[in-house]
């Protein structure tokens, strides 16, 4: 992967994946933005890539607003000359059932996750069309908005909208050489230790430096590395090709996730009404009801 010639801004990079996902740009040779709402922590990751002989940038500012991604775009510009790639990493958890979920929990995840990835995206988009030779947007999702999960309401809805979104500006920006995908890693971090399935397996990686196989290869979990070489690829020309996809990264794991297709169909002339529905219910439609929430292997969840 060379990416000599690249400049990338990863949001919410200060540390965890963002920051895992902008030292693998710098050392294939990309120009990054580090962002981090804490201006430190921000400037530690930059220095941390400098050490390593990458070429970073740091912009502090919390994302969702279109003055923080426009700043994001400048800096870019103003910094290293262009844009070439958008890593939309930045996230926070609220986490609550649904009806202890208040409305601030709610709109301050889908601002940031949701609304953070169109306006810097917007931005990103619109600074690749004047450049006039394309551009890689990198949207981060999560297997939570593919398969949904317990009290996260506000974060699974999010990752849908952001996969749902990645889809339709795959096709707004095919013409213009931008290819969109959507990455959905899992990770050891500060939001998956919180996890009470993977706690115990986390702090037996803490004492031992290793995962068990059934967490890196079943779960497909493993350490923010683990998923940072996905996003080099995508960031280059080699990725030229493929858009409007949603991967599933992580441990010893690669997969792309399928899109949402009719598993179930039946007719009746004239549509149906309530007793139609379930008249053909059980032989057409029983049998293909999909499961809801991450299927995890019986060796995880028995020690949970």
Not at 43 to 60: F, N, P, Q, T
Not at 224 to 234: K, N, V
Not at 291 to 297: K, L, N
Request: proline share 3%; with cysteine; net charge negative.
């Amino acid at each position: 992967m060379h990416l000599e010639d690249k400049v990338a801004v990863v949001t919410g990079s200060g540390r965890g994946l963002g920051l895992a996902y902008a030292k693998e740009l710098a050392r294939h040779g990309a120009a990054v933005i580090v962002n981090d709402v804490d201006q430190s922590t921000a400037d530690a990751a930059v220095a941390e890539i400098v050490a390593a002989g990458g070429r970073a940038a740091a912009l502090a500012g919390a994302v969702g607003s279109t003055e923080t991604a426009e700043r994001l775009v400048a800096a870019a510009v103003e910094q290293f000359g262009r844009l070439d790639v958008m890593v939309t990493n930045a996230g926070i958890l609220r986490d609550k059932v649904l009806w202890k979920m208040t409305d601030e929990d709610f709109d301050a995840v889908i601002n940031v996750h949701m609304r953070g990835t169109f306006t810097c995206v917007r931005a990103a988009v619109q600074r690749f069309r004047e450049q006039g030779d394309g551009g890689r947007i990198i949207a981060i999702g999560s297997p939570a908005g593919q398969r949904g999960n317990f009290g996260q309401t506000n974060y699974s809805g999010a990752k849908a909208g952001i996969v749902g979104m990645v889809r339709t500006w795959a096709m707004e920006l095919e013409r213009a050489g931008i290819t969109a995908n959507a990455v959905c890693p899992v990770a050891v971090t500060a939001m998956t230790e919180t996890v009470p399935l993977f706690a115990p397996h986390i702090e037996e990686m803490k004492r031992t430096g290793t995962l068990p196989d059934v967490m890196r290869r079943e779960v497909g979990m493993g350490t923010p590395e683990d998923a940072a070489g996905l996003i080099a690829f995508l960031a280059s020309d080699a990725a030229a090709g493929i858009t409007g996809q949603a991967f599933s990264v992580g441990g010893d794991r690669l997969a792309l996730w399928s899109h949402p297709k009719l598993t179930a169909t039946a007719y009746h002339r004239g549509g149906f009404g309530a007793d139609e529905v379930a008249e053909r219910w059980p032989a057409d439609f029983a049998d293909s009801v999909e499961s809801v929430g991450e299927e995890f292997p019986a060796e995880l969840t028995a020690k949970a």
